[in-house]
């Protein structure tokens, strides 16, 4: 059973509700719970905490949350924890639902948290049987950039084929639209197809098993150049963990 916004804004007052609350929400109130709902979800990805939620334009409370079913429950109680001052409870609010919400934002945090892999250092010496991608006679290890740890990376698998789109609505001024884009890609992502469904770009990717320019760095990029119809030209970078299938 799909999830709505509605959802999980009902299962926060019922968590309220459990903690005393007396009154019904009024038509204002869930209005107000649906732009705190879509603030929460929002300061969550930007702190690389990845539910799966579905960010839209015109937010509805009939919409589908995307919110992943391991998260559901923390995730309401997190937003209740965020309604209480619109009921006058934010001074003393219940100590079982801070214990509650306390337990839900670490488990959150640690269940979506993204953390790199170590690279060897490169006061260590390689190996003789470590030569790809860097010259024979370099005996020690170099140093190798890592991708962003951020819920915005995006992990493949070599030989995924896969489809993703760029939203470029939150940017573009008011009668402003997107005129022209290029797009190019590293040699270990291959572009199979690309459109413009202004605002939005959409394209199709391959991962390859072929990652021989930019050795330097462990992920591949997307980038994305758009040319607005008001003359604005905006650069986009998307990142890519490729990885190998063991």
């Not at 204002?28 to 960010?55: M, P, T």
């Not at 306390?102 to 003789?128: C, E, K, Q, V, W």
Request: hydrophobic share 30%; proline share 5%; aromatic share 8%.
């Amino acid at each position: 059973m799909e999830l709505l916004k509605g959802d999980i804004i009902n299962n926060a007052y019922s968590e309220l509700r459990i903690s005393g609350l007396t009154v019904d929400p009024t038509s204002e109130d869930n209005k107000l719970a649906l732009r705190k709902l879509e603030s929460l979800a929002h300061e969550y990805q930007a702190r690389n905490i990845d539910i799966g939620y579905n960010f839209e334009n015109d937010p509805d409370t009939g919409s589908f949350s995307g919110v992943l079913p391991q998260y559901e429950n923390s995730f309401s109680v997190c937003l209740a924890e965020r309604l209480l001052t619109d009921f006058g409870k934010g001074m003393t609010p219940d100590p079982i639902l801070m214990k509650s919400y306390s337990a839900a934002a670490s488990y959150l945090m640690s269940n979506t948290a993204h953390i790199n892999p170590t690279t060897p250092s490169s006061i260590f010496p390689r190996g003789s049987s470590s030569t790809r991608g860097w010259p024979i006679y370099s005996k020690y290890n170099h140093k190798i950039e890592l991708a962003p740890n951020s819920a915005k990376t995006i992990d493949m698998w070599i030989d995924d084929i896969n489809d993703y789109e760029e939203d470029y609505q939150p940017i573009l001024k008011s009668g402003e639209d997107i005129g022209t884009y290029t797009i190019e890609v590293d040699d270990g992502i291959k572009i199979i197809s690309d459109s413009l469904e202004s605002p939005i770009i959409k394209y199709r990717i391959e991962a390859l098993n072929n990652q021989t320019t930019n050795t330097s760095r462990a992920y591949q990029r997307v980038k994305i150049v758009v040319t607005t119809t008001d003359a604005r030209r905006i650069t986009r970078y998307i990142n890519f963990n490729v990885m190998e299938n063991n």
